[in-house]
């Protein structure tokens, strides 16, 4: 939680030139102490168009998303929502903007005193408040059956496998229908089969509602499978951004042997 | 071995000086961080009760969570705070009996305790019962949260966790902690009386009677209230030291115990000056 710096004495500047891209990364830097992790990352994502960022672990791909969402600040540089700076922002008006983003954590981050029915209910109880009682609980049954959990909707987290919490992260990220979805490492730790279907839940999703995506993953098959356009990481720079046909015919060597290693 | 070949060894030995600079200087940078550490602390702590003011008089009101802190707060800690006031009432009986026989001042027993239960202990008991269970509590609760990224995820998900988990906490235990100091109170005197009337006949009444006869509100209602402050204390020291854990399970018990510790802590030294600001505002 970006505590100090969203305090309300910064206001974010309405002069700063953002794209028009749903989501615009420009030129941004962020270090932890002396370490470097993103320098100079400048990526832009459509509407209905699904980016994976890809790279070794600790090249800064999760930074990168909590840089987007807002629950960290770059040192230099911009992150555009829908043409506008997120810089700055009091937490309420970045509230505002998160409305329309939809987060997956890499460990699900599910709320462990909650069943499962009132972690995907509590976006919904928290600014839907106007939805009739029934009409949330079918929201709520109906996004569980989307992700495959509608019968183990009473259970806590603790008593459902690591896939399953990733499963009902996703349902509660998309609980308030969110034009962008940021999704970190959503296959990590979980066996081929398991995998295999997230991909295909995100590739379902993706053609049902033709939301912005970022994924965050150093599964170069799962990204092949749901992303149009790849970004590799490598020392907090962007090495190379295309198609999955582009890095294979890149002769950087650090392409070549992620390529080949992974 | 030569004279020469002495002096030679002397002079390629590393001089002790430098060493004793080397100490020097390390002390002097380690006492530098604990002094930055202390204000930075100060400073954070001053920032993070800004956030939390601006989140809880500001609308969407969390009026769900602030009634289940309530709960959490004050009827779960009623048990404890009413036996701990029940033993204090005890001791305070047989420690006044015994003084005030020797001085032949045994008429005196009813307002003695009346005064140390109500004006003394009830409060500041109340204030380090409740600071040992809630601010335990919700300082290892919102730690594990907050390694556990459950407080990204309320803010991701586009809610003020200012708002949501400190905001309602610190307000439970402000509200929380008068009433359980009047909890406090009645099971002091009740146990204290109880202790005397089985040496020595004395009806429930005649206790009460006496034992607050020549008193006012002003005695007892500014000693009662003071704890709502103890309860800003608690509160605010248990959720700032939870939200800004890092590092693990080590992070979570470290949260915990710096709860309580600090909240303890602050909570004596602030009676301190309330007492005297009391006793100069009600005199």
Known sequence: ?262 | MSDRGFTAVAETNPPIPVRQTDFVSSVVNSAADSFNGFFEWFGSLGIFSWQVLRAAVTPPYEWRELIRQLDEVGSKSFPLVAMAGGAIGVIISLEARYSLTRFGAKSMFPATLVYSVVQIMGPLLTGLVVSGRVGAGMGAELASMKVTEQIDAIEASAINPYRLLAATRILACILMLPLLTLATDASGLLTGWFAQALVEPLSFHQFITSGFSGSTFNAFLPQTFKTAVYGLIIGLIACFQGMRTRGGAAGVGRAATNSVVLASLFLILADVVMVKFILVVFP
């Open chain 1, 1 to 262: 939680m970006a505590m100090v710096d969203d305090i309300a004495t910064k206001q974010a500047d309405p002069e700063q030139d953002c794209p028009a891209s749903m989501v615009a990364v420009e030129n941004v830097h962020k270090s932890f102490a002396s370490h470097m992790v993103l320098n100079g990352v400048t990526l832009r994502v459509n509407q209905g168009e699904t980016l994976a960022v890809l790279g070794r672990s600790g090249t800064g791909k999760s930074v990168l998303l909590r840089l987007i969402i807002g629950l960290d600040t770059p040192d230099s540089g911009s992150v555009c929502i829908h043409g506008q700076s997120i810089a700055g922002l009091v937490l309420d008006r970045m509230g505002e903007i998160r409305k329309k983003m939809g987060f997956l954590f890499q460990q699900a981050a599910l709320y462990d005193s909650l069943s499962v029915r009132e972690n995907v209910a509590f976006p919904l109880e928290h600014h839907r408040r106007d939805m009739p009682k029934s009409e949330r609980s079918d929201r709520v049954r109906q996004l569980l059956v989307e992700v495959g959990l509608d019968g183990d909707i009473d259970k806590m987290p603790s008593d459902i496998s690591g896939g399953m919490q990733k499963r009902v992260g996703l349902a509660r990220a998309l609980a308030l229908e969110p034009e962008i979805l940021l999704l970190d490492e959503p296959t990590a730790g979980l066996d081929p089969i398991s995998s295999g279907e997230i991909d295909e839940l995100i590739l379902k999703l993706q053609r049902e509602r033709k939301m912005a995506s970022i994924v965050v993953t150093h599964d170069l098959h799962s990204a092949k499978t749901i992303a149009g356009r790849l970004a590799l990481l490598n020392e907090g720079e962007v090495v190379i951004e295309g198609t999955f046909e582009d890095l294979q015919q890149s002769d950087i060597a650090f392409v070549k042997e992620f390529l080949q290693q992974s």
